[in-house]
């Protein structure tokens, strides 16, 4: 069984997080030496940790791949782009899969299927781009400590190499330098580093992305109206201090249309749901109550910015009996 250091002083100071940088760069380059690492690099704070630590210890011999699903949330990928490639010089590898995956897509209203065609057309683009690739012996991951104990728990499978195709799994060596981090850790380790705030502090995202918040098949203009109407409450919770101190805040918008009345005219379109939610272990969640005022700016603006949007809800149901997530 895997253990986490008995004598690890627990990162909570900008100093503690620096030795532990400086202890991971020594170490990585123990191990990797000269040689190349491939990272699949979405964004997240775990992958984004890792790659700014690799970057630091071996530089251009970090090879990192960003796949672009489509079910980002607006302006990640610029902004893995700008993170990486413009301000670290990563060796960065940008894949526009949008088409592949939402052409898979297509059709599909089942929430287990549209995850596992995510997950496998994830891992087939991936497999792809390394096949591509000649001197890589490495591969990086974030994964971080509860990853460990989940897994031997038998609560969820371990995010590593076995998901990969054989030929492409049997080539690699594992690098994982948050391994023995919890999250919180994993982010003061992040801002040491120098990642901005709003990467270190993202709040949680589901792997399947927007995906899972566009109930039902997923057509391109419905889950651009969840892009954009997120990308709103976004921007008005920064604005109003709400962003750092709610845990999750997101929009769903299902696949149900209602009539309303824009510019005199009727519409016949979608509602928008938006879920603000607070929780310590994601087992029991409660629901923040917003402002009135907040909820009639949030309505005004995505009613009038949101193409194919005319209702906005707001959804306060706990959990139990509710789960984070529509899907």
């Known amino acids: 069984m895997d253990r986490r250091p008995e004598d690890m002083e627990r990162i909570n100071t900008p100093e503690l997080a620096q030795k532990f940088i400086d202890e991971q760069i020594r170490a990585i380059r123990e191990q990797v030496g000269d040689k190349k690492v491939l990272l699949a690099l979405s964004g997240g704070v775990d992958s984004s940790v890792v790659a700014a630590l690799l970057i630091k210890a071996i530089g251009q011999n970090l090879v990192c791949v960003h796949v672009n699903h489509g079910l980002l949330r607006k302006g990640e990928p610029e902004q893995v782009i700008q993170v990486f490639r413009d301000e670290m010089n990563a060796n960065l590898i940008y894949v526009d899969?949008?088409?592949?995956?939402?052409?898979?897509l297509e059709g599909v209203s089942d929430p287990e299927q549209k995850r596992h065609i995510i997950g496998a057309e994830f891992i087939d683009v991936f497999a792809d781009?390394?096949?591509k690739l000649e001197g890589v012996e490495f591969l990086a991951q974030g994964t971080i400590?509860?990853?460990?104990?989940?897994?031997?728990?038998?609560?969820?499978?371990?995010?590593?190499?076995?998901?990969?195709?054989?030929?492409?799994?049997?080539?690699?060596?594992?690098?994982e330098p948050v391994r023995i981090l919890f999250k919180d850790e994993v982010r003061?380790?992040?801002?040491?580093?120098?990642?901005?705030?709003?990467?270190?502090?993202?709040?949680?995202?589901?792997?399947?992305?927007?995906?899972?918040?566009?109930?039902?098949?997923?057509?391109?203009?419905?889950?651009?109206?969840?892009?954009?109407?997120?990308?709103?409450l976004r921007e008005e919770f920064a604005k109003n201090g709400l962003e750092g101190k709610v845990w999750q805040y997101f929009t769903v918008v299902p696949d149900f249309k209602s009539t309303g009345i824009t510019d005199g005219k009727r519409t016949f379109n979608w509602p928008c749901i938006i879920r603000a939610i607070n929780t310590t272990d994601v087992m029991e969640v409660t629901v923040e109550h917003l402002p009135d005022e907040l909820i009639d700016h949030l309505v005004k603006r995505i009613t009038t910015e949101v193409p194919g949007i005319?209702?906005?809800?707001?959804?306060?149901?706990?959990?139990?009996?509710?789960?984070?997530?529509?899907?």
């Open 97 to 104: 899969a949008v088409d592949r995956f939402l052409d898979k």
């Open 129 to 131: 781009e390394a096949r």
């Open 145 to 175: 400590w509860p990853d460990i104990l989940e897994s031997e728990a038998g609560i969820k499978a371990h995010h590593n190499a076995g998901g990969l195709p054989e030929d492409i799994a049997s080539r690699f060596e594992l690098v």
């Open 188 to 232: 003061m380790v992040g801002k040491e580093l120098g990642l901005p705030d709003n990467m270190v502090y993202r709040q949680p995202f589901p792997g399947p992305g927007l995906g899972v918040r566009c109930p039902g098949a997923i057509t391109r203009d419905r889950l651009e109206a969840v892009r954009e109407s997120d990308a709103i």
């Open 310 to 327: 005319n209702r906005v809800l707001i959804d306060y149901t706990p959990k139990p009996p509710a789960t984070v997530e529509y899907e």
